[in-house]
Each structure stands twice: as C-alpha cells, then as structure tokens.
Nanobody, 124 residues
C-alpha cells in the first residue's frame, strides 16, 4: 500500500520560510516522480514542484522559481522536501505531496497517489 504523509505546514509571516516534508512508503522510491501540489481556496490544484529520481529532473512553477527548492532523500528515509523561502500571502494553500511513475508531470490529474494535505498560511 502506498502511503504519503505530508507535514511541516503552519503559520508564517510574509517573507518567512517553511520546509514541508513528505514521508513515502510502499513504492520503490527511485522509480517515481514526486510532486508538491497546492490548492488555494476557491482555485484549482496546481503542481508547484516535482522531482524525478528516474531522470534526475526537477520542475518548478514560474511563480515559485528562485524561492522554493525541492529535494529528496532515499538514502535513509524515502522523503521529499519542499523548502519555501520568501513566502507571500498568495502562497497560502493546502499543500499535498503526490506521485506517479517515472517522470515529472505538470498535470494534476496524472498523479496516481496522494497524501493528505498540510496547510500553509502566510500572513501579511
């Protein structure tokens, strides 16, 4: 059974930082691409960032480039991280980790398995 457990959300002031973590189990980590997907209230979900162990690629939405960094650790724990710096109020959203086989996808619908979200709230 695939399980994803996201954590690290919280309340932060604009300009601050948060680090999200996603613990992954039930898959061969290196065969999958893992994404962070967010949903702003009232809006559709969007892929914020993705990392693929299969081809070593990463993806960032334009709105977070230069501020967010995705990384993963499969040496000790299968975990995916999202370091979020210079946060803005418009980054307030529920953040989900999700995955699918092999390569990064920017379509939310192509993600096959999901964890529960973690809420990030950025105050102005």
């Amino acid at each position: 059974e695939v399980q994803l457990q996201a954590s690290g959300g919280g309340l932060v002031q604009a300009g601050g930082s948060l680090r999200l973590s996603c613990a992954v189990s039930g898959i061969t980590f290196d065969d999958y691409a893992m994404s962070w997907i967010r949903q702003v209230p009232g809006k559709e979900r969007e892929v914020v960032s993705c990392t693929s162990k299969s081809d070593g690629s990463t993806y960032y939405a334009d709105s977070v480039k230069g501020r967010f960094t995705i990384s993963s650790d499969s040496d000790t724990e299968n975990e995916v991280f999202l370091q979020m710096n210079s946060l803005k109020p418009e980054n307030t959203a529920v953040h989900y980790c999700a995955g699918h086989a092999f390569f990064c996808r920017v379509q939310v619908s192509e993600h096959n398995f999901w964890g529960l979200g973690t809420l990030v709230t950025v105050s102005s």
